[in-house]
T-cell receptor, first 116, second 112 residues
Framework: KAGVTQTPRYLIKTRGQQVTLSCSPI?????VSWYQQTPGQGLQFLFE???????NKGNFPGRFSGRQFSNSRSEMNVSTLELGDSALYLC???????????????FGSGTRLTVV | AQSVAQPEDQVNVAEGNPLTVKCTYS??????LFWYVQYPNRGLQFLLK??????LVKGSYGFEAEFNKSQTSFHLKKPSALVSDSALYFC??????????FGKGTTLSVSS
């Protein structure tokens, strides 16, 4: 079956712009989580959605937001981009909340965002 | 608050030798513990998890991990390393209802 699909794979934006990233989970998975990965900070949790409800939120400013649709697809939005937002953004899906299913989270390949 | 530490940035082993990648955690209650692996330009792949039960957990690709409650550790092990095991390994922890928090990662390099 198809894996977790993230679009676009690469993105270059200018400081001050906004961006929307998309994630399509594995069919049947209702939990979607987002992580920011940078060389300095590693993997940092952004937010988690389960059945369209935000269950957990990480320690990021309000410029970072997300949502989940009824078909479990999820989007995250970053407004007023800063240089420090340059990172690999990873989406992960699972059957159970917080990746507690038998196979844990399945991650997408990520969206590489570069802010210039 | 929960946290996880991977004390080694890099682990180097020769092919055929046993490998250990260390992980310690801090949670207020019972932990759920995970190991994931990341290959270059790819997302993370699930290796194994500990929820409850047997302290020795077996996972994918011949990896296993031992849960030690008294030492709050969950070290990843493999009896015989392969060059193809070279990758970035992440330990992660959560509890029921909380977000999965990852360590900084350990780069495993296996030489032939």
């Amino acid at each position: 079956k198809a894996g977790v699909t993230q679009t676009p794979r690469y993105l270059i934006k200018t400081r001050g712009q906004q961006v929307t990233l998309s994630c399509s989970p594995i069919s049947g998975h209702r939990s979607v989580s987002w992580y920011q990965q940078t060389p300095g900070q590693g993997l940092q949790f952004l937010f988690e959605y389960f059945s369209e409800t935000q269950r957990n939120k990480g320690n990021f400013p309000g410029r970072f937001s997300g949502r989940q649709f009824s078909n479990s697809r999820s989007e995250m939005n970053v407004s007023t981009l800063e240089l420090g937002d340059s990172a690999l953004y990873l989406c992960a899906s699972s059957l159970e909340p917080t990746g507690l299913g038998n196979y844990g989270y399945t991650f997408g390949s990520g969206t590489r965002l570069t802010v210039v | 608050a929960q946290s996880v530490a991977q004390p080694e940035d890099q682990v180097n082993v020769a092919e055929g030798n046993p490998l250990t990648v260390k992980c310690t955690y801090s949670v207020s209650g019972n932990p759920y513990l995970f190991w994931y692996v990341q290959y270059p330009n790819r997302g993370l792949q699930f290796l194994l998890k500990y929820i409850t039960g047997d302290n020795l957990v077996k996972g994918s690709y011949g990896f296993e991990a031992e849960f030690n409650k008294s030492q709050t550790s969950f070290h990843l092990k493999k009896p015989s390393a392969l060059v193809s095991d070279s990758a970035l390994y992440f330990c992660a922890v959560n509890q029921a209802g909380t977000a999965l928090i990852f360590g900084k990662g350990t780069t495993l390099s296996v030489s032939s």
